[in-house]
DNA sequence: ATGGATGGTGTCCGTATGAACACCAATATA
DNA sequence: TATATTGGTGTTCATACGGACACCATCCAT
């Protein structure tokens, strides 16, 4: 049982993409029925189970609404002479673009750009220059990447413990490993990162 | 006339956003409303009309219902001069506005997202996992990070000159520097990276 | 041939939705 | 001090919305 894969089934697919580039949302049954040339809401709300089931969209949290699903942006491999040893690329012609916010940022109101200065943890793939995705008031565990406070300064490193205390470490071997005194504070949490090459 | 930018409004702003980033769309005045803490849909109503006016939402194309605009996905980039000792700045102000997208995406008709895989570059800072953001058809100079064709095969390296000839140079020791035989087919340029931390 | 899925039509119904309007209280502004 | 602006409440109303149900035609497997 092919679930819904239905040659029409993509040509309606096809159609709710089109509209969301435009909309950004999954229109009504009324909507679709007219976009599809249904005479029925019915015939709508049926196409929508048949999506939903090939995991093309889902209901919102709440359940009031549609929203597209991970499927729903998978570019269609189709159309495209795809050669040997092609890296599986997540955005290309096609399909729906992939948009970097929103793979970055959970809680937009929670989440600050912050730029990187300094090279102490160039060894963990974070150099300067690069901007890093933090998440205030979020949890901290050992191994994160943190944005700590310490003697009123902001500080990039990563979160460890030693006997029981927390400790900052750099990760790049000409600096030291940071004991706080007394409370370790803390910004935010590291939660991604973006570089951008050349001018 | 600072238009909307009032300090309660981008606390409701804030909200909306971490709603949209659920749910992927704007939700009915009705639920704005409980959102908000507002007792009447009205006081909702006249919020998206202000964060309208601001320029955060507009209507669909088919004027059904509201989408994000352009500065709904503003996140705010921490001032490079980071102030000691006053860590209460920034959350939703502060900073100034940062589009993600924008910052990365020059040229979104050539511009593809490509995992990466394998550490083959790792001493430049580029993991496995990590997704570069690849422009097509870009003139490459010696120097770029390119991703290349060699023997059918996509490559991500350095691209540099060795006695007249192209060469592609890894960023981990325990790889060998490619020499290609004939000439170099170069896929695109890397303009861009994009790091997620945990899941 | 026949019977069950399956994609689609047509209709009914309760309700959540957005628009409109009158009104109020706090805050600026003159 | 007087007054306009603004953020919010409360209510009414037409309607678009989704869910449910009965029904039909086609396709496919037995």
Redesign the interface.
Known sequence: MPASDTERDSEYLGRLRDYFA????I??LQ?IATLMGFASKTAARKLLGRLEQAGFIER???D??W??ARRFFERSLAGTAV??????????AGGE?????????????R?????VKGDSM?EA???DGD?VV?E?SKAARSG??VIA?VD???TLKELSMERGRFILKPHNKAYPVIRPKGEL?L?GV?????????G
């Open positions: 435009d909309a950004r949302r229109p009504s909507r919102t949290p709440d009031d609404a929203m597209p050669r040997a040893g092609a890296p599986d690329m997540i955005d290309g673009p992939f948009l970097v916010d929103d793979y970055l940022v959970r809680t937009p109101s989440t600050v750009m912050v730029p160039i793939g974070i150099h901007i933090v205030r994160d990447i406070i009123n300064e902001f504070e910004f590291v939660t991604g990162l973006v570089r951008r090459y050349q």
